[in-house]
């Protein structure tokens, strides 16, 4: 699952918003974004701390994909509106290294997740973004390749707090395996982004490696 290299296609649903948003300062959408994922991971953190309070997963989950969209919004005004910045870029970088922090962060602190998981989670979130930026940082291409981009993690952060909650409507929200482990969905999700992101952070650096071996 590869989005990242498919964002050209998202256009129709942000060109129309962001030229009506033309006169607003990219840097204030950057903003909203990182407020509203601040708010994602609150509500995904507080829907595991009571029974009534497990609706916070579906809220959770619109509140990320909204996080998501205004993320993308605001490099989009700022190429319509001819406000692109390196100072810009960075602060976007910066706001989505937040963003992913609160948002994962929020399950991994949560009763849906093993602390350990969700530490596991954040190294591989954290580093699959790092391992992108630092290829540019030495003069290698900005590199979006691998498993797990951000993209990626916006649309199963958005789907597996629902699949939490209907699981939950079934059931205890768990899945037994071979009667020894019980396992959440949002651990599913968790373990996913530890495996695939630490993988996706090494592929990076082989193929920047590799960029560099041939300078």
Known sequence: MVLDGHRAKADFALTPVAKRMINVNPNTISWIGLILAFLAGLLLYLSGTKDEWQWMLIAGAIV??????????????????????????????????????????GVAVSAWCNPYIGMLALVGVLLTSYMGTQAQAVGAPRLY???????????????FPIIQFIALCFGDGTIDIFGYITITWLEIMMLWFAIVGNATAVQRAIVTWRNMSKE
């Open 64 to 105: 990320v994909i909204v996080s998501g969209y205004f993320d993308a919004l605001d490099g989009k005004v700022a190429k319509l509106a001819g406000k692109a910045s390196k100072k810009g870029d960075f602060l976007d970088h910066v706001f989505d290294r937040y963003a992913d922090v609160f948002m994962i962060g």
């Open 145 to 159: 390749a691998g498993l797990l981009g951000r993209a990626d993690r916006v649309v199963l952060s958005t789907l």
